[in-house]
């Protein structure tokens, strides 16, 4: 049984403290810290978030004892993840999906982000004006 | 109204943007939150979002001026004159065959990237400079055609991105067969 570390595990917009176990090439999380940071639960259903649920056809890939295999979980909600061992770091990234679609209805990602003030905008703040959004960079 | 975001650190966006002195709200997006959200790739980039939230044409590449416009392969007054006819309500916005066919799902490999970067950037913060070269060049590797991460990361490790290592790269790009920006058609 290898030792329990910790991991910071950073998303966009944050980041917490778990704690895994590493085996020769997985982490693993405990169940309660995955429902504590990420919001998943694994039922008797499958894996569940809400009221969405994502039936599970391999449970022993994903789950042992208590804990949770990160990479496993990681493609079951479609997001992406970098690890850095060493570092007791790792990314776990937003899904680009292609935005919702139905005929014309195409959703701006909500986002809140600084001026140079330190002052946070928000673009739905925005709601009811034509926005022209311009990523630009000194680069 | 515009909102501009500069996918960039606060200290290499802050001259800039008070030689400016915008109207506007004016962003730093150090974490490229755009880009894993919008699927960004490079800068320039312009989306148009309309009164409802919605996106009304996807992500374009655009200058302001001339020489900008040349380099990208754009006429900057065929693309000025869109978007006043689309600010006047004279216009919609691109067809939905368009829209449709411009916005897909990033690859795994581009999203997958995205997450290398979003660590290498804590670590970069965090003076690790070492490891954090190692996920930025993981994530090159896996979306070379991502030149928010390629081109945005050069200066942090002593890189010029409008020097010589960046004419080589782009250079390279294009003997592959790829251009450096992919402008959207004006309808």
Redesign the interface.
């Known amino acids: 049984m290898t030792a329990v570390t910790p991991l910071r595990l950073l998303e966009p917009g944050g980041s917490s403290e778990v704690e895994i176990v590493m085996t020769v090439d997985d982490f693993w999380v405990s169940a309660t810290d995955v429902v504590r940071v990420l919001g998943w639960e694994i039922k008797p259903e499958g894996l569940c978030r809400d009221r969405v649920c994502i039936p599970l056809s391999d449970r022993g890939g994903l789950i042992d004892d208590d804990m949770i295999n990160l990479g496993r979980l990681a493609e079951l909600i479609g997001r992406p993840l970098a690890v850095s061992a060493e570092n007791h770091a790792a990314y776990l990234g937003q899904p680009f999906d292609g935005y919702e679609r139905t005929v014309g209805h195409l959703d701006a990602p909500d986002f809140t982000l600084p001026d140079l003030d330190g002052r946070m905008h928000k673009l739905s703040d925005h709601r009811g004006s034509k926005i022209l959004l311009a990523a630009w960079a000194s680069w | 109204?515009?909102?501009?975001?500069?996918?960039?650190r606060?200290e290499?966006?802050?001259s800039?943007?008070?030689r400016a002195s915008p109207r506007h709200?004016?962003?730093?997006?150090e974490?490229h939150?755009?880009g894993?959200?919008?699927?960004?790739v490079n800068?320039?980039?312009?989306?148009?979002?309309?009164?409802?939230?919605?996106?009304?044409r996807p992500n374009d590449v655009?200058f302001t001026t001339e020489k900008g416009g040349r380099y990208a392969r754009v006429s900057t007054d065929d693309q000025m004159a869109l978007?006043r006819s689309?600010?006047r309500g004279d216009r919609q916005g691109p067809s939905?065959e368009l829209?449709?066919s411009q916005?897909?799902?990033?690859s795994?490999e581009?999203?997958?990237a995205?997450?290398?970067f979003?660590?290498g950037w804590?670590?970069y913060q965090r003076e690790?400079l070492d490891?954090a070269k190692?996920?930025f060049e993981?994530a090159a590797d896996l979306a070379p055609d991502d030149f928010m991460i390629r081109?945005?990361t050069?200066?942090y490790f002593g890189s010029d991105?409008?020097g010589p290592e960046f004419v080589e790269m782009v250079k390279d790009w294009r003997e592959r067969g790829h251009s450096y920006y992919l402008p959207l058609p004006v309808e």
Do not use: C, K
């Not at chain 2, 109204?1 to 960039?8: C, E, K, Q």
């Not at chain 2, 894993?36 to 960004?40: C, I, P, R, S």
């Not at chain 2, 916005?103 to 990033?106: E, F, R, T, Y």
């Open positions: 109204m515009v909102m501009s975001v500069a996918v960039d606060a290499d966006a802050r800039w943007i008070e709200p004016s962003l730093i997006d974490n939150l755009l894993e959200l919008y699927n960004m800068v320039p980039t312009v989306v148009w979002i309309d009164e409802r939230g919605q996106i009304a655009a978007l689309w600010v939905t829209l449709e916005i897909a799902p990033a795994v581009s999203q997958q995205r997450a290398h979003g660590l804590w670590l690790n490891s190692v996920q993981i081109r945005g050069m200066r991105p409008f």
